[in-house]
């Protein structure tokens, strides 16, 4: 049984009945230089892809209880724009009218969040296919100045963090200046990208 894996510029060819190198699997290169041991391990460590469904469910989870964070709070602003206490006293007396505006404010957001939980109900954790483009739904691993990062390509909620396997997962909508950059770009793409002003060169690592 053999696979084939890209890195950078190496190719290789993993042939899973040999016994030797790392873990009883032997890496045959068809490009000079040879990999040593340390590629090898890089190489084998990208084979197990993130539990995107778990991922989802973790996005979920974390939009929801903001939800519930922004409900509780519009109750209360709304609670206080019609207390007694909040009726103005004079023109120059604006509580109430402040309280109103905040909890329109929140009632907006509210709403933001429940479509946003809505999508990413719908999403289907599929796995993209080797050379297929980044879209909505790409878990994609970004390697820039040396250190890498993974993104949530996500409908909506764009900011939002979670922690999935012990790494950061920043979910970005397609509208967004780094969405934008790399929607329809592909595993193995070093593009440049417009990050804080300043144009660096980058590398796409995995999409799943």
Known sequence: MQGQFEHGRFHAVIFHHCDRLVNGVRVVLNLQPRMDTKECGWLLSHQKKMNKCALLKKIVAKLTS???VYFRAAQASRAEA?????KAESKYDTRGLEASYLARGQSKQIAELEAAIAEFGKLDARSFAAGEAIGIGALVELETGGE???YFIGPRAGGTEVVQEKKEVLV?????????QLMEK?????????????NEPARIVSVE
């Open 66 to 68: 903001e939800l519930e």
């Open 82 to 86: 019609t207390h007694e206490q909040s």
């Open 148 to 150: 890498r990062a993974f």
């Open 172 to 180: 970005i909508t397609p509208q967004s200046p780094l969405g934008t």
């Open 186 to 198: 592909k595993l193995g793409d070093q593009p440049r990208l417009n990050l804080g002003g300043r």
